[in-house]
């Protein structure tokens, strides 16, 4: 019998991966917030636009609804619902979409930071399963429309990790992973906090950075200053996950360790270090657009992820006597540019 999907929230990634799925003849709906986004998609289908002309389609079968619209999912429950909103918007999201699940349907959380544990106090630790997007970068550039900014990772990097919270191998993680391949390369994880930590250390040390200089991700990692700021970011943020007990995956193709060693002066390490993460020309062909999702929002004027991304990290470093002052720093800094206090510039971070 064919699942039924529901997206809530479908923004740059949720509607990148619900879209996609739709047009792979998958039942979606896509639930959002922003009306505009909604009735373009009823108008003129959802533009997606990769990387490469095969990436480039409009979808067209994909169900819509306006929030106030979810009550009628009473008569087609759901299956799998995918909650792709921002972190601070999680509960009230996992509670919009859990009355309207199936006697079996459950809730996957597709978003940056750690929510599962949110997701599990409205429907139970037995109805929640993550997806770890590493390495993906998507633009929802205006209503109806989003772009991949990144080329796929296929066989050379996993982008869709997706993990049972008791860490077992089940047959609906496995479902699900199949259906993500779809898309891009995924795997079903047993270490779904460790690939959360790792998400995290790697969103710690750029996502904020970009919003803090108003930069491109490769404008900020091709600065040396900035860099190497970025370097100290994730620094931290391995030592922190360490000392909580997370079992650290690789971080930008780099090895957890390396980062902390080359964050706190091996001169070796840093060199390693820097040769992955400098930017190489004619890499990505959309390296002028490339900005992760708190970049976006800062452009957009809308209230970010810091507190639960860079805050986060230095106040679990707190809990476990491991300070992470870089991030105290960045996330000062972006809530004083939320706030209007200063416009993002390169010079905030010695760039």
């Avoid at 970009?210 to 491109?216: I, K, V």
């Avoid at 991304?309 to 800094?333: F, Q, W």
């Amino acid at each position: 019998m064919t699942k039924r999907i529901a997206v809530v929230g479908a923004g740059a990634l949720g509607g990148y991966v619900g879209g996609t799925l739709a047009h792979l003849g998958h039942d979606v709906t896509l639930i959002d917030a922003w009306p505009e986004h909604v009735e373009t998609i009823r108008a003129r289908g959802l533009e997606l636009d990769g990387v490469t002309p095969a990436e480039r389609f409009t979808v067209r079968n994909a169900k819509t609804m306006h929030l106030t619209e979810v009550q009628s999912l009473g008569r087609t429950p759901i299956d799998v619902a995918f909650v792709a909103m921002k972190s601070y918007d999680t509960r009230w999201a996992t509670e919009l979409i859990a009355p309207y699940l199936s006697s079996r349907g459950f809730v996957v959380s597709l978003q940056n930071c750690l929510n599962e544990e949110t997701i599990a106090s409205v429907v139970g630790w037995g109805r929640v399963l993550g997806v770890v997007a590493s390495l993906i970068s998507v633009d929802m550039h205006e209503a109806g429309r989003i772009r991949r900014t990144v080329g796929k990772g296929g066989e050379k990097h996993t982008v869709f990790r997706v993990g049972e919270p008791h860490g077992r191998v089940t047959p609906r993680a496995e479902e699900l992973a199949s259906w993500l391949r779809g898309i891009d390369s995924s795997k079903v994880t047993t270490n779904l906090w460790g690939e959360r930590w790792s998400k995290l250390v790697q969103n710690g040390m750029g996502n904020g950075v970009t919003a803090a200089t108003g930069l491109t991700s490769p404008g900020c990692l091709g600065n040396d200053r900035i860099r190497r700021f970025q370097i100290a970011l994730a620094g931290e943020g391995v030592r922190v996950g360490q000392a909580l007990g997370f079992e650290l995956e690789k971080i930008r193709g780099v090895e957890p360790e390396k980062l902390a060693r080359a964050a706190e002066g091996d001169r070796e390490a840093l060199a390693a270090v820097e040769s992955v993460l400098i930017p190489k020309p004619g890499e990505n062909p959309r390296a002028d657009i490339q900005r992760p999702s708190m970049a976006q929002d800062i452009l957009k004027g809308r209230r970010t992820e810091i507190e639960q991304m860079n805050g986060y990290i230095a106040l679990r470093g707190a809990d476990v006597g491991v300070p992470a002052p870089s991030h105290v720093k960045l996330t000062e800094l972006v809530l004083k540019i939320e706030r209007g206090e200063l416009k993002p510039a390169p010079a905030h971070l010695g760039g």
